[in-house]
């Protein structure tokens, strides 16, 4: 399944927690290839780097009481703000977040990484207009050839794409990509942009494109495998790139999902029930998790009473009492 940058506006865990993957560079996810500043000498700040290792421990307050021991000890630190959001985010607390990055923004407009992580958060929260509002007020201040204004575009492209712009989208991001042509979150955003248009081809290329920039970055890996399945092309191939983001996101489920499909592809259905199976148990709300597992049980011809209920509520319209019967029925199958 396709690791997409785009959740509803109303906040959901699932959501921010698929936010902080792309957030974090040790994550995997979109920003972690982006064009760096060359490292300069920083003095040692034990309360952040305790903060990010609580951060990926998941111990959320620990994590926040770092970040804010570190931004005590340096007023004028940015990144302990972000990553104060981000730890925010993580708790499902999306509009303190929003808050907290208003209120920083206001008191350092200038500040190019807090103006960015406040238009990212504004888009994750559905805030489009908003975050597109801010993101030309910051443009305006801006070297329009410069790796910040790419940044700025980029942001631009999220939130078009979010509000079901795409041409607007596509725009900002070739622009972004003219300005730093190896940018790979822009060509990430691009494939998923094409792809939501119908256009797998143009999609396939801007995340071949992505891969060859940066072969370790889980979510190109798993988009490109994905859209190769979809285009009725190399299995094999798709395999080996969706194992490969496996072993770089080895908690994402999406490219769980991934691997599952291209197994099932490979007609290896067991090994790919094996897989589908607890991804429902976990998300018995997903329709791509729930659909993938009802067609490896169609594959498997599977006609016993249970299996013929559980394909049946696996197509039924979601609701609580459908969940919680599927829960059931795939822990009483595991036994």
């Known amino acids: 399944m396709y690791a997409s940058v785009h959740r509803p506006a109303r906040l959901p865990r699932a959501f921010w927690l698929f936010a902080i993957a792309i957030m ?7 920003l972690r ?3 760096q500043t060359p490292p300069t000498a920083a003095r040692p700040d ?3 780097d305790m903060g990010m290792q609580k951060l990926q421990e998941k111990a959320y307050d620990d994590a926040y009481d770092a970040f804010r021991r570190s931004r005590r000890a340096d007023p004028k630190s940015t990144r302990a703000i972000v990553r104060m959001a981000e730890t925010l985010i993580a708790q499902d607390r999306g509009e303190e977040a929003i808050g907290l990055l208003q209120v920083e923004v206001r008191t350092n407009p200038a500040d190019q990484e807090l103006g960015t992580s406040y238009a990212r958060t504004l888009t994750r929260a559905g805030l489009y ?8 007020q910051m443009l ?7 790796p910040a204004a790419g940044e700025i575009y980029l942001r631009m492209g999220e939130a078009y794409r979010g509000k079901g712009d795409a041409r607007s989208a596509l725009t900002a991001l070739n622009r972004a990509r003219d300005v730093a042509p190896n940018n790979v979150p822009a060509l990430l ?15 396939i290329n801007f995340y071949r494109e992505a891969v060859k920039l940066d072969g370790e970055n889980g979510t190109a890996l798993n988009n490109l495998a994905f859209a190769i399945m979809e285009t009725g092309g190399d299995v094999d191939e798709s395999l080996k790139l969706a194992l ?4 770089i996101l080895p908690e994402s489920r999406e490219v769980r999902d991934t691997v599952g499909w291209a197994y099932l592809k490979k007609n290896q259905t067991d090994v790919a029930l094996e897989i589908f199976r607890p991804l429902v148990e976990a998300e018995p ?9 009802a067609l490896a049980m169609d594959q498997k011809d599977d006609t016993s009473p249970a299996a013929e209920e559980l394909k049946t509520l696996l197509r039924t319209k979601v609701s609580a009492e459908t969940e919680a019967r599927i829960k059931e029925l795939l822990r009483s199958r595991a036994q």
């Open 140 to 146: 305006k201040a801006t070297d329009l050839g410069s």
């Open 244 to 247: 490969r983001a496996k072993q």
């Open 33 to 35: 290839a982006q064009p």
């Open 285 to 293: 709300a997903n329709q791509n998790f729930r659909e993938h597992l």
């Open 24 to 30: 974090l560079p040790w994550a995997g996810g979109f």
């Open 129 to 136: 207009d908003q975050a597109l509002v801010h993101l030309n």
């Open 189 to 203: 955003m691009l494939g998923l942009t094409w792809d939501s248009l119908g256009k797998k081809d143009q999609a």
């Open 46 to 48: 034990p309360d952040y």
